[in-house]
């Protein structure tokens, strides 16, 4: 296959930012083509552990990526396919109770957008799924057609950031009403081809149907407290929502990012933030274009 199933935005940034010790315990809780995964195991010693997860088992299975081939074999490597809002019970089976690092690169995988069956994408005729877990749960058709009107403005509003959201929840109601939505290109007949407005849409969707902010938070959470002393914390965020998420976090140490101070007014943090916000320079874009949008937070636990 000729597929590039995902180019990691700031590849040597986001590792170098993990401070890799040899012989330490690492996660990659989105393991997406192996990019990340293949440079952390390179620094690693032969005590040195890397777990990686992916909830779509296409990362593990796609050859394309041949990832799976040159790391199986690997006895200091690990996939773990699941969800990484459950990277507390994941790493409790494998009998993990720290780790020394932990990269998360929160972009779509070009495999995703390029995958015409998979729905990602107003660019292909194809069923509205966007499930990365195909396995269950509702898809973006689901919503369409099942959410009432304020629910479904509140999904362009919130994760769409969609000033036009109730106009827009308005037309997919009263196209409904006559035909359920089942298809891309039906969606795209109902709201026209104004491609910001379908690309923000999709997100939105995209982000209902795999409650993405929900599974950030609770790997956030359980990262903070499976990082050791030293630890470090490297991610990659693409659209504002999961950006505030994370650089609120990173700052705080808690989800709703409220800094608490000491009595002589220092931040009383769980973190030293070392990256606040880094970006792809010019002639990375350049090869890799959807690197534009790419932001590098780093942090170390205290």
């Not at 040195?48 to 990832?67: K, P, V, W």
């Not at 999709?202 to 950030?216: K, W």
């Not at 609120?248 to 009595?263: P, Q, T, W, Y």
Request: aromatic share 8%.
């Amino acid at each position: 296959m000729n597929e590039v199933y995902h180019i990691p935005a700031m590849l040597q940034q986001t590792v170098n930012g993990l401070n890799i010790q040899p012989n330490g315990t690492y996660v990659d809780v989105t393991f997406g083509g192996g990019g990340h995964s293949r440079a952390i195991l390179e620094r690693l010693g032969t005590d040195g552990r890397l777990f990686s997860m992916d909830q779509d088992i296409d990362a593990y299975h796609n050859e394309c990526t041949q990832a799976h081939r040159q790391l199986a074999d690997d006895s200091r490597w690990q996939f773990v396919h699941g969800n990484f809002r459950y990277l507390g019970n994941f790493m409790d089976y494998y009998g993990v109770q720290q780790i020394d690092g932990l990269l998360a690169d929160l972009g779509v995988s070009f495999h995703h957008f390029d995958s015409p069956e998979r729905g990602f994408s107003f660019r292909f005729p194809a069923p509205l799924d966007m499930r990365m877990n195909q396995n269950g749960g509702r898809t973006a058709a689901d919503i369409l057609n099942t959410y009432d009107e304020e629910n479904l403005a509140r999904v362009l509003y919130i994760y769409g950031e969609l000033k036009q959201s109730r106009m827009l929840a308005r037309k997919i109601i009263t196209a409904r009403q006559k035909a359920s939505i089942f298809r891309t290109e039906e969606l795209v007949a109902i709201l026209g081809d104004d491609k910001k407005i379908l690309t923000l849409v999709f997100q939105a969707l995209r982000i209902e149907v795999n409650d993405e902010l929900g599974a950030l938070r609770e790997m956030l959470l359980t990262a903070k407290t499976l990082l050791r002393k030293g630890g470090r914390i490297s991610v990659l965020t693409y659209h504002s929502l999961e950006d505030r998420i994370v650089k609120n976090f990173l700052r705080s140490g808690n989800i709703e990012g409220n800094i608490e101070k000491d009595f002589y007014g220092n931040i009383l943090t769980p973190f030293r933030v070392i990256e606040k916000g880094l970006s792809a320079d010019e002639e990375e874009i350049i090869r890799n274009p959807r690197a534009r949008s790419a932001k590098l937070r780093i942090a170390e636990k205290l």
